[in-house]
């Protein structure tokens, strides 16, 4: 059987976007804007080199990768879903697309800015989906104070689900600090045995570069411990990143060693995964975009990638540039969420998606919900066991006169080896007349209108409580008085 990631990448391709990155890292090197992140890459050997870059040795950079952790735990609320962290090509666990702007009308593609309403309602939905193993913001409310929506998108996630919380963005140190504070607060698990409460994403600024803010977040997160960390880089590939596809990815994955040698210089041991999250652009306007199958074709390369460093990988899956949830939404995300699973990677990301990554949708969850039932389908092995292939139950449906349907086989198997479908229609064409709906849009809305007039999981008195005295305490230090009241936030989630 032709195993499609090694076709797509063989293992010469990936050991030559290796030794590319290791020479752009050691040749042209990185921009650090934070003080103190060049001094602490100086220590841990980086040298300066032009116009102000630090370049780093590949022998340097090889031995950071070597400090990495390689597993741990991503701890649940409720634990028996947390998710075991390693590069071994095993299961994938799914979660959605993180901080979009705007919320999209699935029908028209207009679009408004999201409220901590709608992080109600999202994550309520994206609780009961079954293929969607952990939850991160999928949107930033405009409704709180900016330095402060972290704060409440966890605060809504924790509500809401007992799934694995990712972080929200981070840009400050103080944002990192209360997310832990919350993170520990949820779980129980402070980083001890290997298991850690969240993950927090930082991203450097493409083409390598370490902007000095996130960068001064991500050292102040790695000294307290605690948490894992994520390196995501974002390149464009033709504009912030090169032309060719394998150009590309060895830009991004240089921007990952950087980030990585950065992390491991600060606190030897972090744990940490690989998050690439390369897009295309188009070439007659340079305007960036997710949903071409070049996404996918990355993601395989870079899970590649980061196994050969012992790392697992986060990387891209359904994804689209569609403007409303159409045929061209359906067929991105289909597409690259099956090429993104080829290889195996520990993370799926993009669940939830619409425009590029600009916003989302109750009813793009619910579809991608069902996108992914059949991607999982369709990448596991279907039974050709005795079982399955018993010539006795074959020759009785021949010649019972009965058809295979009136055979035991035939009803047993075709409850087991069939998908079974979460939303797709499978009734008469008269039943979907006499229904009223125009598409598929239609179902998910009455879906996703089920889950969120469900109950919410809600949180222990005590530990929300905890959380809401820290987003105070942080308002308090940043001198924000006016900021929503936390408790009255859980109240109307509650009501949601």
């Known amino acids: 059987m032709t195993d499609i990631a090694a076709e797509l990448w063989p293992d010469e391709a990936v050991e030559a976007i290796h030794e590319t990155s290791l020479a752009v890292l050691e040749r042209v090197g990185v ?9 602490i890459m100086v220590a841990g050997g980086a040298t300066e080199g032009e116009n102000g870059r630090l370049r780093l040795p590949r022998g340097a950079v090889m031995e950071r990768v070597a400090a990495c952790l390689p597993q741990f735990t991503l701890v649940a609320r409720d634990t028996s879903r947390s998710i075991p962290v390693d590069a071994a090509p095993a299961a ?43 939850v991160t913001s999928l ?58 409460p969240i993950d927090l994403a930082f991203s450097p600024v493409s083409p390598l570069t370490l902007g000095a803010e996130v960068t001064d977040a991500m050292i102040e997160t790695v000294r307290r411990g605690g948490v894992a960390v994520e390196i995501l880089p974002c390149p464009a590939a033709g504009t912030t ?33 690989y998050g690439p999250r390369l897009s295309s652009i188009n070439p007659r306007s340079g305007l960036v975009t997710s949903g071409p199958p070049e996404t996918g074709v990355a993601s395989v390369a870079a899970t590649l990638l980061a196994r050969r460093y012992g790392l697992a990988c986060d990387c891209y899956g359904p994804t ?65 066991t005795h079982a399955a292939l018993d010539v006795d139950a074959i020759a009785e449906g021949l010649e019972s006169g009965f058809g295979f349907l009136g055979t035991t086989h035939t009803r047993t198997w075709l409850k087991a080896d069939f998908v079974r479908p979460t939303l797709a229609w499978r009734g008469s064409m008269g039943d979907w007349v006499a229904s009223g709906r125009t598409g598929l849009v239609d179902l998910a809305s009455e879906k996703a209108a089920a889950y969120v007039a469900r109950p919410p999981v809600g949180m222990p008195d005590g530990v929300a409580d905890e959380l809401c005295r820290t987003i105070d305490d942080v308002a308090a230090t940043l001198g924000i008085t006016d900021h929503p009241d936390p408790r009255r936030v859980l109240e109307a989630a509650a009501t949601a």
């Open 92 to 134: 994938t666990y799914v979660h959605n697309m993180g901080g979009a702007r705007d919320m999209v009308d699935p029908r028209t593609g207009t679009a408004r800015r999201a409220t901590v309403a709608d992080q109600v309602r999202l994550t309520r939905v994206m609780h009961h989906m079954a293929n969607l193993h952990s």
């Open 31 to 39: 921009k650090v804007e934070s003080p103190e992140a060049r001094q």
């Open 139 to 196: 949107v930033q409310p405009d409704d709180v104070p900016h330095p402060l929506e972290p704060l409440y998108s966890y605060l809504v996630l924790a509500h809401e689900t007992d799934k694995p919380l990712g972080g929200p963005g981070i840009s400050f140190p103080f944002q990192a600090e209360a997310l832990r504070r919350m993170a520990q607060a949820l779980t129980g698990a402070d980083g001890t045995g290997d298991r850690f």
């Open 320 to 384: 689209s540039d569609s403007v409303t949830v159409d045929t061209q939404f359906g067929m991105e995300h289909m597409a690259n969420a099956i090429v993104g699973m080829a290889a195996s990677p520990r993370f799926l990301s993009g669940p939830g998606e619409n425009q590029g990554g600009n916003g989302g949708s109750l009813e793009a969850l619910v579809i991608d919900d069902e996108v992914l039932n059949y991607a999982f389908y369709a990448r596991t092995p279907r039974p050709w």
């Open 241 to 273: 990143a090169p032309g060719s596809m394998a150009g590309a990815i060895a830009t991004q994955n240089a921007e990952v060693l950087a980030g990585l040698f950065l992390v491991q210089a600060v606190n030897p041991g972090t744990a940490l995964y």
